[in-house]
C-alpha cells in the first residue's frame, strides 16, 4: 500500500511539472483608450481585438513576432494610468528597432548600456538607475537598451539579444520570431563564416549550409560556437 501511495504521489507531481503555463497577456492602464489603439497601431502591431459593450472595452495588441500581447481599455485594470513600467521587446538589432520608431515619429532614447554602475539618477531598467551612452561596447547579447513610453507614459524597453544564455532555449528546438530575425541570424553566420574561411586558408567552403545552420543553432541555444 505504502508503495502504491508513493507511486500516485510520484505521477502526480511529474504531471504537475509537465503542465504548460504559456505567459501571453499583460494589462497595461491608459487614459484615453483611443489615443492609445492610435499609438499601437502606428507601431505596426497587429490588432487582435476591439470589443466593447456600454460599461466596458478590452483593446488586445501584439507586437510582430510576440507571442505575448498586450491589452487595455476600459474597466479593464484599476491601476493609474502610465504605471506600467519595464515592459520588454526583445529585439535582434537595437538599431534598426530604434530606426524604426524614430521613423514612425516615436520618441525613443538613444542606445545606452551598463558599466557595472547600478545606482544613479537615470530612469530605472534592467541593470539599475545609470545609463551610459551608446551600445555595449562588446556587443554583448542582453547589454544595449533603448526606451520609449506610450502616451500615458507606459514604459517600454528594447533589449537586444543574439545569444541566449545556455539553458535559456530548448537546444534540440530552433525557431525564429520573423523574417527579419532570421535574416539578422543569417548575416551574423555569414560573418562569422567569412572568418571562418580565413582561417582555413580562404578556400571557398562548399558545406557552409550546413556550417550556417550549426552556428545559428548554437547561438539560439546558448552553446559554444563553431569556429
Not at 481585438?49 to 476600459?74: E, H, L, M, N, W
Not at 520618441?107 to 530605472?124: I, R
Request: hydrophobic content about 40%; overall charge negative; aromatic content about 10%.
Amino acid at each position: 500500500m505504502a508503495n502504491l501511495k508513493n507511486e500516485v504521489q510520484s505521477n502526480d507531481a511529474a504531471s504537475v511539472a509537465r503542465v504548460d503555463m504559456k505567459f501571453e497577456i499583460v494589462v497595461i492602464p491608459v487614459s484615453d483608450v483611443d489615443r492609445a489603439k492610435e499609438f499601437y497601431v502606428r507601431l505596426g502591431w497587429r490588432l487582435d481585438a476591439d470589443y466593447a459593450t456600454d460599461d466596458f472595452r478590452v483593446i488586445q495588441f501584439t507586437p510582430p513576432g510576440s507571442q505575448c500581447s498586450v491589452i487595455f481599455g476600459k474597466n479593464v485594470t484599476a491601476a493609474a494610468p502610465g504605471s506600467a513600467q519595464g515592459l520588454y521587446l526583445i529585439v535582434s538589432d537595437i538599431a534598426a528597432a530604434r530606426a524604426k520608431l524614430l521613423s514612425l515619429g516615436v520618441k525613443v532614447s538613444e542606445v545606452f548600456h551598463n558599466e557595472g554602475v547600478y545606482t544613479g539618477p537615470d530612469e530605472p531598467y534592467l541593470f539599475g538607475r545609470m545609463r551610459v551612452s551608446g551600445p555595449d561596447s562588446e556587443h554583448r547579447s542582453y547589454r544595449s537598451f533603448a526606451s520609449f513610453h506610450d502616451p500615458d507614459g507606459n514604459g517600454w524597453l528594447f533589449q537586444e539579444l543574439t545569444t541566449r544564455l545556455p539553458g535559456r532555449i530548448d537546444a534540440a528546438a530552433t525557431s525564429f520570431a520573423s523574417a527579419n530575425d532570421l535574416a539578422s541570424a543569417l548575416r551574423r553566420a555569414a560573418g562569422a563564416h567569412g572568418e571562418h574561411e580565413k582561417r582555413t586558408g580562404g578556400q571557398h567552403d562548399e558545406n557552409w549550409p550546413d556550417w550556417y545552420a550549426q552556428y545559428m543553432v548554437r547561438e539560439q541555444s546558448g552553446e559554444e560556437l563553431p569556429q
